[in-house]
């Protein structure tokens, strides 16, 4: 794998929504590569809450504030898409020791479909580590605050789409 390739990391996921958990996996991996790309998975077979040029548009937000990281939308195979950008690295969350077995199998795929690329996993801070987009999901359509998870433009896409009346 070239040198430069290693210097752009992919972090993909479906991000519905983006949190700070994923953030604070961003601001980590903004440190130790030249440039990151979160990749927004369209992921039609998970039927995503938010649509995804919602699901893009708030991780731009959340994500402005750092200047080597790029977000894009994708709705193709992450291995086509790896090619596509030149990323030489894959991020991947790890939050519980409960995320690992599926996070392997990801890995074990990904090393099989694209050899050249490497997967790196990370660990967010322990303040983020019970936060899940799910789990927000579920709190905001119940009508629960969730500001203390996501970027303040996220809390208020989710109350806008869960509107109590």
């Given at each position: 794998?070239?040198?430069?390739r290693?210097?752009?990391?992919?972090?993909?996921?479906?991000?519905?929504?983006?949190?700070?958990?994923?953030?604070?996996l961003?601001?980590?991996?903004?440190?130790?590569?030249?440039?990151?790309?979160?990749?927004?998975?369209?992921?039609?077979?998970?039927?995503?809450a938010?649509?995804l040029?919602?699901?893009v548009?708030?991780?731009?937000t959340?994500?402005?504030?750092y200047?080597?990281v790029?977000?894009r939308g994708?709705?193709?195979?992450?291995?086509?898409?790896?090619?596509?950008?030149g990323?030489?690295?894959?991020l991947?969350?790890?939050?519980?020791?409960?995320?690992?077995?599926y996070?392997?199998?990801?890995?074990s795929?990904?090393?099989?479909?694209?050899p050249?690329?490497e997967?790196?996993?990370?660990?967010?801070?322990?303040?983020?580590?019970?936060?899940?987009?799910?789990?927000?999901?579920e709190?905001?359509r119940?009508?629960?605050?969730?500001?203390?998870?996501?970027?303040p433009?996220?809390?208020?896409a989710?109350s806008?789409?869960?509107?109590r009346s």
């Amino acid at each position: 794998m070239s040198l430069a390739r290693n210097r752009v990391a992919l972090y993909p996921g479906t991000f519905d929504p983006i949190t700070n958990g994923h953030i604070d996996l961003v601001a980590r991996a903004s440190t130790l590569f030249e440039k990151v790309i979160v990749g927004v998975a369209e992921s039609p077979g998970k039927g995503p809450a938010l649509p995804l040029d919602e699901r893009v548009g708030l991780a731009r937000t959340a994500l402005a504030g750092y200047g080597n990281v790029e977000v894009r939308g994708f709705n193709s195979l992450l291995a086509h898409f790896v090619h596509e950008i030149g990323a030489g690295v894959l991020l991947r969350g790890l939050r519980a020791v409960s995320d690992f077995e599926y996070e392997f199998q990801l890995a074990s795929m990904n090393r099989h479909l694209i050899p050249d690329v490497e997967t790196l996993f990370l660990t967010p801070a322990e303040q983020h580590s019970f936060i899940s987009s799910s789990l927000v999901r579920e709190v905001a359509r119940l009508g629960g605050d969730v500001s203390g998870f996501v970027h303040p433009a996220v809390a208020q896409a989710l109350s806008t789409r869960w509107k109590r009346s």
